[in-house]
């Protein structure tokens, strides 16, 4: 089977557009939060304007081979992961007017489009595609899901990189430019409920979608068990700390371990097992 | 016409010698009336803080020159015998501009970018002004010097920053605390630190100050003051220690007057939610181990001055960007004061062409009707304002240095056979 970015050339130069800018972005955020650079405050929200709407167009046109349908390959997934981190952060940037954090976001968001790039090069077809409402609201869901977790985990370790900081006096650049400890504690609650609420979505959608269609699915399967364990942890994490005054730097540890460890699983499982939980496609 | 700056600042002289210098409101006027007054000078001002003592002077005679602006400034405070012409330091001309620039954009204060001096400028100008010892030339100086404030305010990061321990503790809460409107401040001691922290809490929102003292009508007045009225007795303080999100203390004592054993039960009522310590005593009325604690920040004086040393590195890292400022009004003003030098010249050059256009109408006066005179009139008018527009244009043009002004002026002066110029104009 044939390379289908090689085969169209607009999708082949859309794709490796992509991931340039979100690295043109990031560095533009960069320049801005490490140098103070006014040009880079300047273009900065543009660019990341422009690199959504691109990676957005990438995606249309990607599906549009399979008929817009979402397809389960580790280069869409990470290109999603992208693509929705970016905008759970435009989202944060325009509601909570600060782009102290943006560099830190749309950095990993550039390493995962950097990430997909390259796996692009390597795919064969477009992975194995999805139809129905129900299968397309659970992996959207997911994704949106796992960009929670990257949210939740990255504030996390601006926190605690803050609160070390201010602890050992510190007082330097990033005790300058990031939020103060209050806010960042309430991005991280905002990326937890996301996340909790996404991933509810997710479990309930594939529920549904399971009974739908009969088929069976491996229970032990690691992306499953994981699912489950996040939700479970981030729905504690929501409901015990208003109750009982979790310590959130224990919490801010843990988010962080969630993060790296669900990261790792979702590239490694992508890279290896590209089935469906188990189910063939 | 020259400008001329004497002066004692904390760079030349020590602090005795600053207050002994020092003008109040009333000396200032005083002095500068007196300056111009007795034909001494054109134009004079003083600025006078506590940290100097500067005049900015237009001579009106040759005589009046640094040495004797140092003996006058001394003689008038009948400080001879510890003032001394090498406490003070010169600047003419350029420099003078330059020096009050620096002064006015705060990079010449003692504590580098603060906010005070511009004001103190302004004041001194308003005096001068009120006084009418202000002309054309320290107008212009004055307003040029406002104009490099403003411009350092809003284009570099000069003033930015706490430079004071107990603005440095308000900095330091609002890292760690979004909205100090909504949290609860205790401040242990009434005294003169104590206050000026919670005067800067007070500033940036924090309503909810409770203020306790061993003197509890002390802690009365200041919570008064603040408009919080709200106070707690010295004794039982303690007991609601879990109730405040910043506790800053000032008190004068030798030993600690809180512990980590208080402070841990405090915590444990408060849920382990994040507090401040700021322990602004000395010595310390905070035993440090209490820093040690969960969720808890305590910072001392040494501490924050860790705050302030980081602030003070960053706004000398802007002072290329003010120097360029300074020095792009510093080619602006020296531009205008050329123009003052080539003006008698333009003013004797159009004097001259109007004189000659009198003189020839005149010869028409009775040959014509009033109506074909006034066309005439109207005529002449036009050419010479169109001849007299290039050589006018030329002496305003800038000019590389002020020593080429001469030879441009006695160029048109001798084509156009101006008699030599009035001094009192230049």
Redesign the interface.
């Known amino acids: 089977m044939a390379n289908i970015f090689l085969e169209n050339s607009l999708l082949f130069t859309l794709t490796q557009l992509v991931p340039l800018l979100y690295i043109a972005t990031s560095a533009l955020y960069g320049l801005h939060f490490f140098r103070e650079l006014p040009l880079a405050g300047k273009l900065k929200q543009p660019a990341l304007i422009l690199t959504i709407v691109s990676h957005i167009a990438d995606i249309g046109l990607l599906t549009s081979i399979e008929g817009y349908r979402l397809s389960y390959s580790a280069y869409n997934l990470m290109s999603m992961v992208a693509l929705t981190l970016t905008i759970t952060y435009m989202f944060i940037e325009l509601t909570t007017k600060s782009d102290k954090t943006g560099f830190f976001v749309i950095a990993f968001a550039a390493g995962s489009a950097l990430l997909s790039s390259i796996l692009s090069a390597k795919t064969i077809d477009a992975g194995p595609a999805f139809s129905g409402l129900g299968i397309g609201v659970h992996l959207i869901a997911a994704i949106f899901g796992f960009s929670s977790i990257a949210i939740a985990g990255l504030y996390s370790g601006l926190y605690l990189i803050?609160f070390r900081q201010?602890?050992l006096?510190?007082?330097?650049l990033l005790?300058?430019r990031l939020?103060?400890?209050?806010?960042l504690e309430?991005l991280i609650m905002h990326a937890v409920a996301f996340g909790f609420f996404f991933l509810s979505i997710t479990i309930g959608a594939g529920i549904v979608e399971q009974q739908a269609s009969q088929e069976s699915i491996r229970l032990l399967d690691p992306k499953l068990i994981s699912i489950v364990v996040i939700w479970l942890l981030y729905g504690i994490s929501l409901f015990v700390k208003p109750l009982?005054?979790w310590?959130i730097?224990h919490m801010a540890v843990l988010l962080i371990a969630t993060f790296v460890l669900v990261t790792a699983l979702l590239f490694i499982m992508s890279l290896f097992t590209p089935s469906f939980h188990g189910v063939s496609i | 016409m020259n400008i001329i700056s004497v002066g004692v600042n904390h760079k030349t002289a020590p602090i005795e010698i600053r207050e002994r210098i020092a003008l109040s409101e009333v000396q200032n006027k005083e002095f500068v009336t007196d300056l111009v007054s007795s034909g001494l000078a054109s134009e004079a001002m003083v600025v006078s803080t506590c940290n100097r003592t500067e005049l900015y002077v237009v001579p009106a005679m040759s005589e009046v020159n640094c040495d004797y602006l140092k003996e006058y400034l001394i003689a008038y405070k009948d400080a001879r015998n510890t003032v001394r012409p090498e406490h003070f330091f010169n600047r003419f001309y350029c420099g003078t501009a330059r020096h009050l620039f620096e002064v006015s954009s705060a990079i010449d204060s003692l504590v580098l970018g603060e906010g005070q001096i511009l004001g103190q400028v302004k004041d001194a100008y308003r005096i001068a002004a009120e006084v009418g010892t202000a002309g054309i030339l320290l107008t212009r100086l004055c307003h040029t010097a406002f104009s490099v404030a403003k411009k350092v305010k809003t284009r570099t990061k000069l003033m930015e920053?706490a430079v004071s321990v107990s603005y440095a503790a308000v900095e330091?809460a609002?890292?760690?605390?979004?909205?100090l409107s909504m949290k609860k401040v205790l401040l242990v001691g009434a005294g003169e630190t104590g206050e000026l922290a919670a005067k800067h809490m007070y500033a940036k929102n924090a309503r909810n100050i409770v203020i306790t003292n061993r003197t509890l009508s002390k802690a009365e007045a200041l919570a008064e003051e603040l408009g919080t009225n709200r106070v707690l007795p010295y004794e039982s303080y303690k007991e609601h220690l879990h109730e405040f999100d910043i506790i800053i203390t000032a008190v004068s004592t030798k030993e600690y007057i809180l512990n980590e054993a208080e402070m841990q039960q405090s915590m444990m009522r408060r849920?382990?939610?994040?507090v401040i310590m700021l322990d602004l005593g000395l010595p310390r009325n905070i035993d440090p181990e209490v820093g040690k604690l969960?969720?808890m920040?305590l910072?001392d004086i040494d501490?924050l001055k860790?705050?302030i040393d980081?602030n003070l590195e960053?706004r000398r890292a802007e002072l290329p960007k003010v120097k360029e400022i300074i020095d792009e009004e510093l080619v602006g003003f020296g531009q205008w004061i050329n123009t003052l030098k080539v003006r008698p010249t333009i003013v004797d050059l159009q004097s001259k062409f109007i004189e000659i256009k009198e003189k020839e109408l005149e010869r028409y006066r009775h040959k014509v009707s009033e109506e074909e005179l006034r066309r005439m009139e109207h005529l002449t008018d036009r050419i010479l304002k169109k001849i007299l527009h290039h050589p006018i244009k030329m002496l305003k043009a800038p000019v590389d240095t002020a020593d080429n002004i001469p030879s441009k002026v006695n160029l048109v002066r001798n084509i156009f056979d101006l008699e030599e110029p009035n001094q009192s104009l230049q």
């Open positions: 803050l201010i602890r006096n510190r007082f330097g005790f300058q939020p103060n400890l209050e806010v309430l009982v005054g310590d730097k | 920053g330091l609002q890292k760690i605390f979004s909205n849920r382990l939610k994040p969960q969720n920040f910072k501490a860790h705050i980081k960053r």
